[in-house]
């Protein structure tokens, strides 16, 4: 993986809610998956700001609906991961698997 393409935390929740969500991850899906599971208030423009970011990166791509078949339907813009984003969310999960292998992480910290 290039320097510089590394993850972030908010990075892998969306694309793992992307992986979840299949061919229904648009930005408003997006963010009711991960504000679902991590119980956090997320901000619609961090998402699709977080969604612009990995198109650019090569690691979700976009496509745009025709518009609702009703008064002032519109577009909506659906995101799926491919198959560079995949490595890449696979690269960071082992990231984080090699540095806590070996390690009580739940008992380190309460020890603190």
Do not use: C, W
Not at 12 to 37: C, F, H, N, S
Not at 50 to 79: D, H, I, N, W
């Amino acid at each position: 993986m290039p320097k510089g393409d590394y993850l972030g935390e908010f990075e892998q929740l969306v694309l793992l809610a992307l992986l979840r969500l299949k061919d229904r991850a648009y930005g408003v899906t997006v963010r009711r998956e991960i504000q679902g599971r991590t119980d956090r208030n997320v901000a619609i423009g961090a998402v699709y700001a977080s969604l612009e970011r990995l198109e650019r990166k090569g690691y979700v791509l976009a496509t745009v609906s025709q518009p609702e078949p009703v008064p002032g339907g519109r577009a909506k813009k659906y995101f799926r991961i491919t198959r560079t984003g995949a490595d890449a969310l696979k690269h960071a999960r082992e990231m984080m698997r090699r540095m806590t292998d070996g390690l009580a992480v739940d008992a380190e910290l309460d020890a603190i």
